[in-house]
């Protein structure tokens, strides 16, 4: 196998004197997608920004495409959507997109190339403030997608999407993973664990699965995720 | 450092404030009026709206530009932009060069509007030439600019920012030497007065009237006031951090 895409060793972090990451180890492989699951305060986003380098951390190592987390030499090869829309509400999607691609040294194009990947070719002219909040969500998708990224890092990328937007965005995220690229991507919605060819389930700060959700569903012994989830939990708890 | 991305920084910049066309005209027209109106409070007095307005021409854009920038700041640290910008490859100077590129263009546009007024409607005089008035107005707008920039990191909201204003601004609105001649100040306040940046600006505009052109000591003035730039700057930077608890 290729070497991991990510590496984290023994990772805690603290956030207002409480942990919130309680010793993490895990790798990640490259060209895939990792869904990080797990209930909302259970570490998902705090986990995202260790990988990206913007958290402070009490200890461990978190390694990336071969480098320390946050290295300036990752800066080019990591894409990171945080869960609130991070675009400039007073540009239009356009002027987003091309300053976007200007920070990101992107080539002539990119802009509109990562437009038309979520979908929003159409509403370059719009202003971002006046879109709906999936709009938005996609906006700030697409100024990640500009630079090309090697490691695409995306916190809850589908929240308040329809159905069908879902499903496209999620065919989008296999596209890049079939071209190379490595995606994390959170959710709290089990039925999008599914479609992730590896499954990270975090819960209060530790890893209760690392595994494919096939192979997910057959230790639990059942079919649907939301109950391996509860079941993963239980005994955990058991445990402890 | 990139000027690829300090020019687009820039650019950005300037279409934000572009955008909000409130902001704009406030920007432009509110100084001018000003003028207008010190003028016509002095009406019987030129010689006082001479000494007062010239330095005025200076400190507008230093409080204009500290508010805009300490809120447009405070935007994106609490937007998420800042952060999402601290992981691409964009350098901090860029970002604080395309801040003070956008703002000493929006300065320039508020000062010749407002001296264009001054120096032709009102008869504000400028023995020195208009240009060394309109240098220290911009190396003063570009203080309210890296102030501003400092104290957006110790504002968690709009409203705290905006209240930095008469904590920074007006103490040293008073002790200026506007309000009152610095000699003539108790020594405590004289003191504290020359180590406020902006009572150097405010010196530099005085002598360029008393001494009638841009004579050695109002190019000290202007480089403490730049020196004053660059140490809030340096400051201000070092608040911008990659991470964050």
Partial sequence: MARAAVEVTNLMVDRLGRPVLRGLTFDIPPGQITGLLGPSGSGKSTLLRCLVGV????????????????????????????????VYSDLSVGDNLRYFAAVARAPAGAADRALEQVGLADRAGDLVGNLSGGQKARVSLACALVGSPTLLVLDEPTVGLDPV??????????????????LIVSSHVMDEAARCDRLLLLRDGRIVADDTPEQVRLHTGTDDLEEAFLRLAEKEEAVA | MSART???????????????????????????LLMVLLRYVFDGSPVTFNSIGLPLLAIFPFVT???????????ERTSGTLERLLTTPMGKLDLLMGYALAFAVA??????????????????????????????????????????LLVSAFAATEFQAVQFLPAIVLPQFLLCGLL??????????????????????????????????????????????????????????????????
């Fill in chain 2, 65 to 75: 530009m500290f508010l805009v920038t300490s809120v447009a700041m405070l935007r």
């Fill in chain 2, 180 to 245: 009152a001649p610095r000699d003539q100040m108790l020594d405590l306040l004289r003191w504290i007065s020359d180590v406020l940046p902006l009572s150097y600006a405010v010196d530099g505009m005085t002598r360029l009237r008393t001494e009638g052109s841009f004579t050695g000591q109002v190019g000290t003035d202007l480089a403490v006031v730049v020196a004053c730039t660059v140490v809030a700057l340096a400051l201000g930077a070092a608040t911008l951090r990659r991470r964050t608890a």
């Fill in chain 1, 165 to 182: 937007l879902r499903r496209d965005l999620w065919a989008l995220f296999h596209t890049l993973a079939d071209s190379g690229a490595t």
């Fill in chain 2, 107 to 148: 300065t320039l546009l508020q000062v010749g509007v407002a001296s264009a007024v001054a120096f032709t409607w009102l008869n504000l005089e400028a023995p020195g030439g208009v240009a060394p008035v309109v240098l220290i107005a911009l190396a003063d707008a570009l203080l309210g600019m890296s102030l501003g």
């Fill in chain 1, 55 to 86: 958290q402070r951390i009490r200890s461990g190592d978190v390694t990336v495409l071969g480098q320390a987390a946050g290295s300036p030499a990752l800066r080019r090869s990591v894409g990171y959507v945080t869960q609130s829309p991070s």
């Fill in chain 2, 6 to 32: 300090t020019l687009a920084t820039a650019a950005r910049v300037l279409r934000q404030l572009r955008s909000d066309h409130r902001t704009i005209a406030l920007l432009l027209v509110v100084p001018t």
